[in-house]
C-alpha cells in the first residue's frame, strides 16, 4: 500500500526513503517486516492472555488493539492515519477524513445486528464478511490494519460464540478475497452511512 503523495507521507524516513519511521531501528522493508512479525506475535500472545484492550466494539477499541500490537514498532500505533492510501494497482480506500465516521457508522450497525450473537453458521459467516469487507476498505491505518482486523474480529467472533482461526489463510488470500470483493460491490455507500 502506497500513500496518494508520497512526497508528504509523514509516515516515511524520507519522500526518497520509503521505509515507515519506526522505533525498531530498520532501514530496509526488509528488516522492519521481520522486526514488525516477531514483535507483532509477540504482543498478540500477550493479548491472549491478558484483557488489555476492552471489547468495547468501537473506535476505542480498534485504536487500542493497533496501538498495543504495534507500540513496539511504530510511535503512531494506535491513531488513525492522516494521509489518503491506495494499493499498488490504484485502488484507493476510504479517505482518511472518513475514518471516524465510517467506523463509527459500521460498530453501530454491527451492535444494531447484536454484534453478530445468536446467528448460525452461513448467516454469521455472510455478516462477518460483509464487515470484514467495510472494516478492509476504510483501513484506518497507515500500517497493520489486516492484523488489527483480524484480531478485532476473533474477538467478535468469540464473544459471537464462534472461533475464528486465520492460521490456514495466507496474507495473499485474504487481499485476493479484498480485491474481489472491491471489484463487485460499491463499498462507499457503506462507508458513508
Not at 500513500?3 to 531501528?25: E, F, I, Q, T
Not at 500490537?69 to 503512531?76: R, T
Amino acid at each position: 500500500m502506497v500513500s496518494n503523495n508520497a512526497a508528504h507521507d509523514p509516515y516515511l524516513m524520507s519522500p526518497d526513503y520509503p521505509v515507515l519511521r519506526n522505533l525498531v531501528g530498520a532501514n530496509t522493508y526488509e528488516e522492519l517486516s521481520k522486526a514488525e512479525a516477531d514483535l507483532f506475535h509477540a504482543r498478540v500472545v500477550q493479548l491472549n492472555d491478558h484483557s488489555l484492550v476492552a471489547p468495547t466494539r468501537d473506535a476505542q477499541e480498534l485504536r487500542g488493539l493497533h496501538r498495543h500490537l504495534f507500540q513496539d514498532v511504530y510511535d503512531w500505533a494506535g491513531e488513525f492515519r492522516v494521509i489518503d492510501m491506495r494499493l499498488g494497482d490504484g485502488d484507493h480506500f476510504a479517505p482518511y477524513i472518513s475514518i471516524p465516521l465510517g467506523i463509527s457508522n459500521l460498530m453501530n450497525d454491527l451492535a444494531e445486528q447484536d454484534f453478530l450473537k445468536g446467528l448460525q453458521r452461513d448467516a454469521f459467516v455472510d455478516r462477518l464478511a460483509k464487515f470484514y469487507d467495510l472494516l478492509n476498505y476504510i483501513h484506518p491505518f497507515r500500517e497493520g490494519n489486516g492484523r488489527t482486523q483480524r484480531t478485532f474480529w476473533a474477538r467478535v467472533a468469540f464473544s459471537a460464540g464462534w472461533v475464528l482461526n486465520w492460521a490456514p489463510i495466507h496474507g495473499e488470500e485474504l487481499n485476493e478475497a479484498s480485491q474481489a470483493a472491491r471489484e463487485n460491490e460499491d463499498l462507499d455507500q457503506y462507508a458513508r452511512r
